[in-house]
């Protein structure tokens, strides 16, 4: 055993070791903080360039020229809608967009417009010919009324011939010429118009509706990613691949495009990126010597792959491969690659399936099975919605027991084709048995409305809290984002995505947990139709003010576009809490944590939650940083007040509804 003075100079060199690594800690820091300011800087240097550099030529393509004239040119995939569409995602392969004839100027003039305007100039080349394809004309005279401010919008405009005049209430805010976009908003989700636009002159129009937007949009996604996926098959490599990895590598590969002569990969060099051919035919040479002309050995052609060998981890190219022709190729780079093996991780957990919650959820549904609408009494409205409401009711023969009762209309949900979204949401939360999220238990309709019986929740809403206090700490955010994580790694493991995570979103109960309310759709119809939430809003529960906000939704979209390294962090949030925020926002979804292949485990290793009691979350015996006082079943003070409903639709509105609720 040491002397005394052995273990004083032991606990001495500890304590160096731990202080030598702190400054390397914090050193790393820094050197990571100059990198985020660099990568801001080439990033806008980059946009600036894009920008610059991207123009049509007479036939309708883009070509780059420039600085960048000289580079392979890598597209990143951009898929833009908003809500939910009553589109089916099977059949869109089997749609039959209408195309109008259009003269070589108005194309050109179409073409132009929408590449120079800010949101639609993300989109991918060929998505702008099938949109500039299915925008039909249109014509009005002098005074007429194109946009009312107030009305519904569902249509966006390219002005060819004449202008118009902007106005919001009495101010005039600007006059529009021929070649540019207008009323874009309408095509993301359903909104009323902020502006009227009146025409100064006779004008000429092109439009397109947000259904016919939406269709092409999801049509195109669905056809890349199912010819993705086509050719992954195809790959020896990826035979033992499940599907949804397979699904994951698709989303993540980036289209390439080459010239002629171009070499794509040069024998002897070191090279971690894979490809697989998409359009035309490469040339694959081999040099035995230095001294000795390349060898030919074969040409490879659409569905063809090369570099196969650098996923498994050999950097060096043992042959060269050149492009005959343009050649456009998908590629994936051996991080992103090695970072999805592994699928979804199966956060099953055992207190979902037992035989006893099993027995406990039988009883539950056989009582709730008896219940009728008239065994409930309407208490008071909870939250109101664009076209619901949320009320209290009481049980007529246990006052005891208060549920809330979702109630929609059916009139809003034929006319918008949402029967399929709302029988998804329906089937979804009947299964959806987590602590974490709020339940339904029966569902009713009758010739008006559509009413589902959820749990009352009556610690009022996150959003009411966050604001009341302006921020949250670190320990209070990340119980509250522990509840979140819960919660999404219940529904990710039942393959059920949330689309709009926001703290009106987020409930709590009488313990102040933190409960989802519904907002679900399959991962199968998500993986087609957007990489935008409802709302033009991405709310943090660490900051009082969202990352992503502009003056307008235009400006709030195309900063979101820009991405989170643009993004400058508040003092207040910790580097730790500022890192974790990052790597979940990141662009690529293959760098995203929680979605590689330790899933949602490597978001509750990050060092933000160092020290975290994830177990007593799960078990419920971690006390909340915030409890409400809930009186009892009735006690809605943690609730705005609403006036009642009185916009009811008209009676026997069941034409057009063929199927049970």
Known sequence: MGTLRDLQFALQTKIEELRQRDALIDELELELDSKDDLIRQLQ?????????SVSLNPSGTTEVTGELGTQSNRTKRQAISAEPTGLDPNQLTHVTLTNYSKSEESRELIQKALLENDFMKHLEASQILTIMDCMYPTTLTQGCCVIQEGDDGSTVYVLEEGSVEVTKGEQKLCTIERGKVFGELAIL????????????????????????????????????HSNY??????????????????????????????????????QGATGDTFFIISEGQVRVTQQKSASEEPVFLSTLSRGDWFGEQALKGEDVRTANVTAVGDVTCLVVDRESFKQLIGGLDNMSNKMYESEEVKARLEAEAAFFSNMSLSDFRVICTLGVGGFSRVELVQLKNDHS??????????????????????LSERCIMMEAHSPFTVRLYQTFRDSKYLYMLLEACLGGELWTLL????????????????????ALAFLHCRGIIYRDLKPENIILD???????????VSFYYYLYTSSFSNSPRVKSSVPPSPPFSGSDPMKTYNIILRGIDMVEFPKKITKSAANLIKRLCRDNPSERLGNQKNGVKDIQKHKWFEGFNWDGVREGTLTSPFIPTVEGPLDTSHFDCFPEDTDEPPPDEESGWDFEF
């Open 44 to 52: 806008g240097e980059l946009d600036r360039l894009r920008t610059a």
């Open 189 to 224: 989700y359903n909104c009323t118009r902020t502006a009227t636009v009146t025409a100064l002159t006779d004008i000429k129009l092109w439009a397109i509706d947000r259904q016919g937007f939406q269709t092409i949009m999801m049509r195109t996604g669905l056809l890349k």
């Open 229 to 266: 996926m086509e050719f992954l098959r195809s790959v020896p490599s990826f035979k033992t691949l499940t599907e949804d990895v397979l699904s994951k590598v698709a989303d993540v590969l980036e289209e390439t495009h080459y010239s002629d002569g171009d070499y794509i990969i040069r």
């Open 401 to 422: 027991r208060s549920f809330a009762m979702k109630v929609l209309k059916k009139r809003h949900i034929l006319d918008t084709s949402q029967q399929g979204h709302i």
């Open 467 to 486: 604001r009341d206090r302006g921020s949250f700490d670190d320990s209070t955010t990340r119980f509250y984002a522990g509840c979140v994580v819960e």
């Open 510 to 520: 009488h313990r102040g947990y933190a409960k989802l309310v519904s907002k679900a």
